[in-house]
Nanobody, 123 residues
Framework: QVQLVESGGDLVQPGESLRLSCSAS????????IGWFRQAPGKEREFVSV????????YYADSVKGRFTASSDNTENTMYLQMNSLKPEDTAIYCC????????????????WGRGTQVTVSS
């Protein structure tokens, strides 16, 4: 059974950092590109980043470029999202998902999703 589980979300102050994890079971992550999306209350799900199956290629939303870094550890079958210089507008539920087909930036291009982890940035 394919399963993704996110962890690492927390309440932090602006300017602080968090590292989110996306652990996979039922399949190996090195066969999939993995995307990170976020959804804030009252807003649509938003693309954050995607990392290729081999970890060599990453893309980021303009809003997080230079602050967030996606990486993978295939020995642990886990993907990470390092988030630095967090801002209140980064507050959202963050989910990881396996890429299937289509645009990397569209949630509809992903087939398996985790339930998400809450990130709150507030002073």
């Amino acid at each position: 059974q394919v399963q993704l589980v996110e962890s690492g979300g927390d309440l932090v102050q602006p300017g602080e950092s968090l590292r989110l994890s996306c652990s996979a079971s039922g399949f190996t992550l090195d066969h999939y590109a993995i995307g990170w999306f976020r959804q804030a209350p009252g807003k649509e799900r938003e693309f954050v980043s995607v990392i290729s199956y081999d970890g060599d290629t990453t893309y980021y939303a303009d809003s997080v470029k230079g602050r967030f870094t996606a990486s993978s550890d295939n020995t642990e079958n886990t993907m990470y999202l390092q988030m630095n210089s967090l801002k209140p507008e980064d507050t959202a539920i963050y989910c990881c998902a396996t890429y299937n087909t289509g645009s990397y930036y569209s949630p509809g291009s992903y087939n398996y999703w985790g339930r998400g982890t809450q990130v709150t940035v507030s002073s």
